[in-house]
């Protein structure tokens, strides 16, 4: 089993800045790649960032420049540090690993910017 175990969401004031966390445990072996997804009431889950084993990233257009992803490969962590954060970045966070076909998620953290 994998376990995803994610922190550092919050509330925050627009303009501030948040780090998410999240660790990957358990069954850990051969993961490709690593993200974020964030989802509000009444909208599909949509994709934030993500890293792959290699290095290779990607964003949503809507962070770019904002947002900064990263990965502890030896710690099976990924990172997700968010700055200039606006109220429509208001959301639940879920962490996501992909491995070996599969796609595992955390459990979500709430974040929330306040204008």
């Known amino acids: 089993q994998v376990q995803l175990v994610e922190s550092g969401g919050g509330l925050v004031q627009a303009g501030g800045s948040l780090r998410l966390s999240c660790a990957a445990s358990?069954?850990?072996?051969?993961?490709?790649?690593m993200g974020w997804h964030r989802q509000v009431p009444g909208k599909q889950r949509e994709l934030v960032a993500h890293?792959?084993?290699?290095?290779?990233?990607n964003y949503a257009d809507s962070v770019k420049g904002r947002f900064t992803i990263s990965r502890d490969n030896a710690k099976n962590t990924v990172y997700l540090q968010m700055n200039s954060l606006k109220p429509e970045d208001t959301a639940v966070y879920y962490c996501?690993?992909?491995?070996?076909?599969?796609?595992?998620w955390g459990q979500g953290t709430q974040v929330t910017v306040s204008s």
């Open positions: 890293i792959t084993n290699g290095g290779s990233t």
């Open positions: 358990g069954s850990i072996f051969s993961i490709y790649s």
């Open positions: 996501r690993v992909v491995m070996s076909g599969y796609d595992y």
